[in-house]
């Protein structure tokens, strides 16, 4: 079974940055698209960013120019640098990786919280 394992949320002011990881263990031989995904109380999931198995980044307008998505391929590990924080940044951040068609894995979730 695959794991995924989110860390490095928190709290932190307005204009703060965060770096957040997202490890990936399990029967994993490859490369696969993954992506990081968050939601805010009483909103929708929605996705922050993903990276292709190539390593091409895509990002959700609300977050282009503060968020790097990166991958380190020998750790099996995602990143999310996140810069110049708001507070409407403020959620529950998710790592999701695509397998195979309808399979798919999620993390349990990292909590980061903008706020003065």
């Known amino acids: 079974q695959v794991q995924l394992v989110e860390s490095g949320g928190g709290l932190v002011q307005p204009g703060g940055s965060l770096r957040l990881s997202c490890a990936v263990s399990g029967s994993i031989f490859t490369i696969y698209p993954m992506g990081w995904y968050r939601q805010a109380p009483g909103k929708e999931r929605e996705l922050v960013a993903d990276i292709t198995t190539g390593g091409n980044p895509n990002y959700a307008d609300s977050v282009k120019g503060r968020f790097t998505i990166s991958r380190d391929i020998a750790k099996n590990t995602v990143f999310l640098q996140m810069n110049s924080l708001k507070p409407e940044d403020t959620g529950v951040y998710y790592c999701?990786?695509?397998?195979?068609?309808?399979?798919?894995?999620w993390g349990q979730g990292t909590q980061v919280t903008v706020s003065s």
């Open positions: 999701r990786i695509v397998v195979h068609v309808h399979v798919e894995f």
